[in-house]
């Protein structure tokens, strides 16, 4: 079994019953973490030094259409309404599965690449099993840790069938990608509910069209409702569902950039804060956002603030209602338990998994250097390296590159 001892840093665990920050180092045994605290013992191990740098759990982005990364920033100057009519009215359809496979393993590495070690890749792009199998090899290929959301072209049924096909692995998950209430008659999205029940599977989907359709109470009605349960966005939905998305341990995964800049609807940030919930992060499409997790945890952050502000007695709030750290806990644990992933990632500590992220990042406050980070100098994914010396390993990215440009050139045809 490998052993590997980061030594000296600054670490940010995430565990709830240790130090925000705390000076210590991290022993990882094969694919998990041994051990965190001060002089642990390296004997046969790797040792790395890391002083002056801030460790912590690899970051999660919940919600990502990495299908996508090969038309990234063509969507620019795009509404909501251009990106639906334009990329999936127009584009999707000329995906081959080839398109698939790059585009999903240059996201995956540009995710690794910024320190995100676990990806949520909300896959609606299947036209073919073998275009659904495609985008899986990416997936694998890549090396990050992704939960695979299956879906289908917002014109197509929905195929139980091929969720059944589909075959997980070691950092592999299989969940749904399902319409959801807002865009399904209420028998269809308790179908698709139950039928994500009955397999132990995430059910993922869009809220933004809107205030809740008659498919939500259906939903409810059901006792559909669950730890399970992803809504992305969450635009439209009221106080009262917020309430029953909370109270039923739901998760709600915002992608901040995204929504204030396409028109999806303002980040619901607060109202979750408001009755003891917190979101989860993604940022959506390549296309259109930078795909930085980071990015997204900071305007998160700015958006929960600015409601605060607005809604203090006099021309802004004497105090920060919302902490640096609650950003970052958006960006890690809670991301692991939006894609169910709570008891593996999210945290370090012993016995989870050993995705971590090395930033080369110092200041008086290392939640906020590590917030603030631009620099991820090293990434591990289950205890072996995907990042050292600030690149990317086990990769050919010039041929990656030459692929993606093939790619985009035939789909902006």
């Given at each position: ?121 909300w896959c609606h792009n299947t036209l073919t099993p073998d275009h659904t199998d495609a985008a899986l090899d990416g ?135 408001r009755l003891g919930g917190a979101p989860s992060l993604g940022t959506d499409t390549d296309a259109v956002t930078p ?103 086990d990769v050919d990215l010039g041929a990656v590159r030459e692929r993606v440009r093939e790619s985009a050139a035939h789909?902006?045809?």
């Amino acid at each position: 079994m490998s052993r590997v001892l980061l030594r000296g840093a600054q670490v940010i665990t995430m565990a709830p019953d240790r130090p925000d920050t705390e000076r210590a180092d991290v022993l990882v045994e094969g694919d998990r973490i041994a051990a965190v605290g001060e002089g642990l013992d390296g004997t046969g191990a790797e040792v790395v030094d890391v002083t002056d740098r801030i460790v912590l759990p690899g970051l999660v982005n919940a919600h990502l259409h990495t299908w996508q990364t090969a038309l990234r920033g063509v969507g620019a100057d795009w509404t909501l309404a251009d990106y639906l009519g334009r990329l999936h009215g127009s584009v999707a359809p000329r995906y081959r599965p080839e398109d698939m496979r790059i585009g999903t393993l240059a996201g995956a590495l540009s995710q690794l690449d910024r320190g995100t070690t676990t990806v949520g890749d909300w896959c609606h792009n299947t036209l073919t099993p073998d275009h659904t199998d495609a985008a899986l090899d990416g997936l694998r290929a890549s090396g990050v840790r992704g939960v695979f959301l299956y879906g289908t072209p917002y014109s197509a049924a929905y195929p139980l069938r091929d969720v059944d096909r589909l075959r997980g692995g070691p950092l592999l998950t299989i969940g749904m990608a399902i319409r959801g209430p807002q865009l399904s008659t209420p028998d269809t999205a308790v179908a698709d509910f139950r039928a994500a029940a009955e397999r132990g599977l995430v059910a993922s989907m869009h809220q933004s069209g809107g205030e809740p359709g008659p498919g939500w109470e259906a939903v409810r009605a059901a006792g559909l409702l669950s730890p399970a349960t992803n809504v992305v966005h969450g635009a439209g939905l009221t106080e009262e569902w917020f309430k029953t998305l909370v109270d039923a341990g739901a998760s709600v995964t915002c992608t901040p950039e995204n929504e204030l800049g396409q028109g999806h609807g303002w980040p619901v940030i607060a109202q979750l804060l408001r009755l003891g919930g917190a979101p989860s992060l993604g940022t959506d499409t390549d296309a259109v956002t930078p795909a930085d997790v980071l990015s997204a945890a900071r305007i998160a952050l700015a958006c929960g603030r600015h409601h605060d502000h607005r809604e203090a007695p006099g021309p802004f709030s004497l105090e920060a209602t919302i902490t640096a750290k609650q950003a970052l806990a958006w960006a890690t644990v809670e991301g692991a338990r939006a894609l169910g992933l709570a008891d593996r990632v999210g945290r370090l500590e012993p016995g989870l998994q050993a995705d971590l992220v090395v930033l080369d990042s110092f200041g008086p406050d290392p939640i906020a250097a590590a917030l603030y980070a631009r620099d991820v100098e090293a990434v591990m994914v289950a205890g072996r390296w995907r990042k050292r010396d600030h690149a990317l390993l086990d990769v050919d990215l010039g041929a990656v590159r030459e692929r993606v440009r093939e790619s985009a050139a035939h789909l902006a045809g």
